[in-house]
């Protein structure tokens, strides 16, 4: 095979590894992930090895996402849970692996628009197949959702948000290659794709990607060519009105379960569509060559944007629009709810990470652990709805630093390209939208936390990357081929331990679920613990388990396990369970203790509080250490009214928690007599 072959089949293969993980739920569970980082890690050290592959460091955008890269690793080594921080810091030098092969593969512009046609395709997969799981065709799981309150699409990625996000990158990478001419294949194709991203896209009522469309209309006026910019309008108006003339109908066939009437509204509506773009698209090539044309476009631009100024300030003003949409709509304030709670998020981040290190954060996945410390209400999310802020709290200011570096120099180098002319202005507009709708949406959301949209845009970036003029001439650094085949292949065999034990840690809390013991989960919580033994969870659950099966373990050893995790509430609740089974209550009353400090707001805890904390004191009583038992009622007694509060909370019998205070009480003030 020679080189120009190598390269082309190189570039098919990373376009495929940029847009197809979204299909699999964004990868956002470990076990999608870990299958991908295995396979990917191996592919690498190929690539490498006997592919000709280059990773090559060679400009500023380069050293900034290898800063972030480095930040990670550092962070490791002060976090607040190794294992997750090890876990993060591995995804993110794979992806900076996968970047640098990005930036290898795409060269040439026939490789470039490649990339972006699977991409293309890949996204509009991910719409239809949404679509046809509201119709009732699929069942791709979470992929609609239908409570009374949130009836929207969340796509492949299984959050409304995130798609949405992704069908504005996706509605942008389409419109930004129609140039081809109206009577070919492709130009119809782009009607299609553009139909379906802005059904997806309106459908997803993801108000944040709906507040970015001025921002990216703006950006490619400013990279497309005309032909690009003349044809948007076009496709814009036959899709976006095609989508609002069959949304309602769609929609209550939706809600009605009516999957014929729901295909046949999504279907005709894309017959509207290629209609109204064929005509829309043969008026524009008409007159586009008439006097005062470019006067008119002008004005027809103007007046588009007042018109959209006007639907998202008086959204009822217009009652051509669905009534779910100017709902939608409607709710695009500062003062809502959701946009409340972000900015409560982002607040808690910022007080988490002011109270850790300040220079490297609490390394990767630190927020999930943290935050109940922080929260001034009680809400549940293992993300800080911001990816800037996340960075904040897991890097630190070095990582934090290094991020808003590379957006920096995102832009430098898309303005640089758009003055070189390497790059077509058609690729360079995709480039443009595309990675500032991932970016920009991601200060308020937790899209790039996704793994397969975080990769999505990496590999954008090699593209860029790739076709960016060196800063250091002949002294750039390229990566030694073996070094990264050794370390692929180190790598590859971690992550594949790492899948070996969290498969079997998910078949046994599967097989507890149903059996409700321990006897068949024992071997499985055994084999998570032997393959991964940096994981505190897998050992804790292990011990229990082996406990719970009468199997010889110490004490000792879940000591060992709680102080190697001191931030993991499932570590805590494994402890309790293990020191309540054993009757040593004073210690299982110490990881009530925990719980409570890392989750001062779950009502749960002060019932388990109130539980054992008798039986923790009788436990000093019969050792006639006094002392202790006094010490210990006087501490739980602090916390009576959570306790109370939490049985009214929770609807259980209140009396036995008050019995268990009165308890307390007398023994306090008997042993102060004494």
Request: net charge neutral.
């Amino acid at each position: 095979m020679d080189t120009a072959t190598k390269k082309a089949s190189q570039s098919i293969i990373v376009a495929l590894i940029a847009s197809v993980p979204v299909l699999f739920r964004g990868l956002f569970f470990n076990q999608d992930y870990l299958v991908f980082a295995l396979f990917a890690f191996l592919w690498i050290a190929v690539c490498v090895t006997l592919s000709n592959v280059q990773l090559r460091i060679d400009n500023m955008l380069d050293m900034a996402l290898g800063g972030l890269v480095c930040a990670y690793i550092l962070a490791a080594f002060v976090a607040v849970n190794s294992y997750t921080a090890i876990f993060e810091a591995l995804k993110y030098i794979l992806f900076y692996f996968i970047y640098l092969t990005a930036k290898d593969a795409f060269k040439k512009t026939e490789h470039i628009s490649r990339f972006f046609t699977i991409t293309t395709y890949a996204l509009v997969l991910n719409a239809l197949i949404s679509l046809l799981t509201a119709s009732g065709v699929l069942n791709f799981p979470a992929a609609y959702s239908d409570s009374e309150i949130e009836k929207w699409l969340n796509g492949t990625v299984q959050y409304h948000n995130a798609f949405g996000a992704l069908m504005l990158a996706g509605y942008f990478i389409a419109n930004a290659q129609n140039s081809n001419a109206i009577k070919s294949l492709r130009f119809a194709a782009n009607g299609i794709c553009s139909y379906f991203l802005m059904f997806g896209l309106i459908m997803s009522y993801s108000r944040g990607a709906w507040i970015l469309v001025p921002v990216l209309f703006i950006l490619f006026m400013i990279f497309a060519a005309p032909q690009e910019k003349i044809r948007f309008f076009g496709t814009g108006f036959a899709s976006l009105l095609s989508v609002i003339a069959v949304l309602s109908s769609f929609a209550a066939c939706v809600d009605a379960k009516n999957t014929a009437g729901a295909l046949l509204w999504l279907f005709g509506g894309l017959l509207i569509s290629l209609f109204l773009y064929y005509i829309f698209h043969l008026l524009l090539e008409k007159f586009s060559s008439k006097p005062h044309f470019k006067t008119i476009g002008i004005c027809c631009i103007a007046a588009l944007i007042l018109l959209a100024v006007a639907v998202l300030l008086f959204p009822s003003a217009f009652p051509f629009l669905p009534e779910r949409l100017t709902e939608r709509l409607a709710g695009i304030d500062f003062s809502t709810n959701t946009v409340q709670e972000r900015f409560v998020f982002y607040g808690d981040a910022f007080r988490l990470y002011k109270d850790h290190n300040l220079i490297l954060g609490s390394g990767g996945g630190a927020w999930q652990y943290l935050y109940g410390m922080y929260q001034s209400y009680l809400y549940f999310s293992t993300q800080a709805h911001s990816y800037i802020m996340q960075i904040l709290v897991e890097t630190g200011a070095l990582g934090f630093l290094f991020w808003l570096a590379s957006i920096v120099l995102f832009y430098i180098q898309c303005f640089k390209a758009k003055n070189a002319g390497k790059i077509g202005k058609d690729l360079l507009c995709a480039i443009c939208c595309a990675g500032s709708t991932l970016i920009l949406h991601s200060f308020i959301d937790f899209d790039l936390s996704i793994p397969a949209i975080l990769l999505a845009l990496w590999c954008l970036l090699g593209v860029l990357s790739g076709n960016t003029s060196s800063v250091f001439g002949t002294a750039a650094l390229t990566l030694n081929k073996w070094a990264v085949c050794v370390i692929c292949a180190l790598f590859s065999i971690g992550t594949f331990l790492g899948w070996l034990g969290y498969t079997n840690y998910e078949q046994a809390n599967l097989l507890l679920q149903e059996e409700q013991n321990y006897g068949n989960a024992y071997k499985s919580f055994e084999t998570a613990a032997r393959v991964m033994p940096l994981n505190a969870e897998y050992q804790s659950a292990y011990l229990l388990a082996a406990a719970a099966n009468n199997q010889p373990v110490s004490e000792e050893e879940m000591q060992q396990t709680i102080a190697r995790d001191k931030y993991n509430t499932a570590v805590y609740e494994n402890a309790f369970y293990f020191y309540d089974a054993a009757g040593d209550y004073v210690k299982a009353l110490d990881c009530v203790n925990k719980l409570i400090e890392l989750q001062p707001l779950i009502s749960e805890h002060y019932i388990s509080l109130a539980n054992v904390s008798s039986a923790a004191v009788q436990q000093y009583m019969n050792q006639l250490d006094f002392k202790s038992a006094a010490q210990l009622a006087t501490s739980v007694l602090e916390k009576k009214d959570k306790m109370l509060e939490a049985a009214e909370e929770i609807s259980i019998n209140k009396k036995s928690v008050e019995n268990t205070i009165e308890y307390l009480e007398t023994i306090r003030t008997t042993l102060e007599g004494i």
